[in-house]
């Protein structure tokens, strides 16, 4: 790699970890409970907790007041942050609301690998014991025999649910 994408790369970098650097407190110009930074735009407000596509990659698109880590917008415009138990999330069929998820949800393709353990919590709706995520554009929670490929479903193998 040449000196000069060494560079760039480097000064993205730099770029990259001072726009995700949070303000001192005490030059802070937002509301109670937020924080100037990147504003998060998934899984950020009460209405969209349900949502059910992971993971969510955001690059800093918009700085602004934002939530503290925990807690969410009451809704997409407002300035009220709540915890993510006080939303009213209903969750889609054969789901049930994690208000502190540590990790991101299995799903058909990853359900043989370990999960990613986050030091913070992630709000999210769940598939309930016995489903998991399918591999669909927009996941839905289905049986897990469901995902069984043709190989893993040959007489030979054993299912247990």
Known sequence: MSFSLHLIILGTS???AQQL???????????P??????????????EN???TVDPCISLCPIQGC????????LTPSSNICVQ???????????????PCLHSYRPTCATRTQDQTVFPYCLPRC????????????????????????????????????
Do not use: W
């Open 49 to 51: 907790l349900n949502n």
């Open 21 to 31: 650097k949070a303000i001192p407190p005490q030059d802070n110009p937002c509301p």
């Open 126 to 161: 769940v598939c309930n014991t016995g489903y998991i995520l399918s591999n669909d554009p927009v996941p839905h929670c289905i049986k897990l025999r469901q995902c069984l490929t043709a190989v893993e479903a040959l007489p030979d193998k054993q299912f247990v649910q």
């Open 84 to 98: 993510p138990t006080q939303c009213n999330v209903i969750c889609p069929p054969n789901m049930h609301f994690e």
């Open 14 to 16: 730099l770029l990259m």
């Open 66 to 73: 934002d939530c503290i880590n925990g807690l969410v917008r």
């Open 33 to 46: 409970n937020m924080i100037h930074r990147c504003v998060s735009l998934c899984y950020s407000n009460c």
